[in-house]
């Protein structure tokens, strides 16, 4: 008889188990230690068992101190590893930009008419129609001191924001923190030379606080951070002009290459006023995203000449290179980089700007933003 109700129930039991659906068991990544792994196991018994019974079971996570925590969905990564990135939509930039005059920084309208804009690391710089500079890290800017004798100049980090003025006490190259306003330093730059004054203008500016100044006739580079020194760069760099600072490096234009092409290139500047070659560029008229990565260039309109309408992008290392394409019968030209992914361009028809674009290197594509 106990024979009888034995077979019985493990044929019963038999049945019970072969009817759930149990999930297969994740796999082991070979370089863990398997103690971290030895909940696994018990969380499937238990998720049989739970089904057995007709109950539901909840899984939870636990951190570090034991604790537990909700678990999450985990984060969308592209092919290659890369990190997760914003996904291509037609939102409003996220980063300061400029259309038809108008300046809009988070979103929101500044007040004036604006020329023209950069931004950097969540720190914006604009002249307005009145010629007079302005700045911010938020909808509400600060003005430029002094008489801006060129368009300043922000740090790739967004962190400092180099100028040449002129005031009272003489023209001179400032250094602002962006995120105090304070002023960091501030050097004279007066030069006369056959009894005129050449004002000086900042070319560039790098997070360690070399400040790049130039006039037609003198080169220098300001070490902001050991107070009023500076390096003579005819001397140390001839005819090497600096033209910008970016993410990966400096662009610099190769007087001795004009016509060539490797006449423009990237480089590092040594404490000594060297210009370290780190690898050519197409152009001039690059803009960098935020990580130094990849670049992106062209997009031309208007006149006789022919058009081209796409933009090219490109790793910075040359080991990649795409074409983007308008999102419609426009052209395009590259304005600046909202993250490591998406570029941000203006449209173009008959030669005016008429609207914007965003294009993302992970989808290669485009399409038209919803302006406000």
């Given amino acids: 008889m106990n024979v009888d109700i034995e077979e019985i129930i493990s044929r019963e039991l ?3 188990a072969s009817g759930l659906d149990v999930p297969a068991r994740p796999p082991v990544p070979q370089e863990r230690h398997r103690v971290r792994h030895l909940w696994r196991p018990l969380l499937v018994a238990a998720a049989m068992i739970g089904v057995a019974a007709g109950g539901v079971t909840v899984l939870v996570t636990y951190g570090d101190d034991g604790g537990a925590q909700q678990a999450s969905s985990p984060p969308v990564e592209t092919p290659g590893g890369d990190p997760a990135v914003r996904p291509l939509t037609a939102d409003v930039p996220a980063v300061p930009f400029l259309f038809d005059g108008h300046l809009y920084v988070d979103g929101k309208q500044v007040s004036g008419t604006w020329s023209t804009v950069r931004q950097a690391g969540g720190t914006w710089v604009a002249e307005r129609s009145d010629e007079t500079w302005w700045w ?7 003005a430029v001191p002094g008489t801006v004798v060129s368009p300043p100049r922000l740090s790739p980090d967004g962190a400092l924001l180099a100028v040449a003025t002129t005031t ?8 602002i923190d ?5 002023t960091v330093n501030a050097v004279q730059t007066a030069s006369t030379e056959q009894g005129d004054s050449i004002p000086f203008t900042v070319v560039g500016v790098t997070n360690d606080m070399k400040v790049f100044l130039e006039n037609d006739r003198r080169r220098l580079m300001w070490l902001a951070a050991e107070d009023d020194e500076t390096v003579d760069l005819g001397g140390t760099a ?9 993410s990966a490096g400096l662009i610099v234009f190769d007087g001795m290459s004009d016509g ?3 006449a423009v290139y990237l480089a590092e500047a040594s404490e000594s006023g060297a210009l370290d070659r780190l690898r050519t560029l197409p152009s001039e008229g690059v803009v960098v995203n935020p990580s130094g990565t990849w670049l992106a260039f062209g997009g031309t309109w208007g006149g006789e000449a022919e058009t081209i309408s796409e933009i090219t992008a490109q790793q910075v290392d040359g080991s990649r290179q795409l074409a983007l394409q308008p999102p419609d019968d426009r052209d395009l030209q590259a304005v600046t980089w909202e993250d490591d992914d998406l570029l941000l361009a203006e449209l173009y028809a008959d030669g005016r700007p008429t609207g914007m674009a965003r294009c993302s290197i992970r989808e290669e594509t485009c399409l038209v933003i919803d302006l406000l």
């Fill in 14 to 16: 038999r049945e019970v």
């Fill in 136 to 142: 911010g890290t938020s909808a509400e800017h600060h």
């Fill in 168 to 175: 009272q006490d003489g023209e001179q190259a400032l250094l």
């Fill in 178 to 182: 962006a995120r105090s306003g304070e």
């Fill in 238 to 246: 001839p005819d090497q002009w600096v033209r910008g600072n970016t």
């Fill in 260 to 262: 060539f092409d490797d």
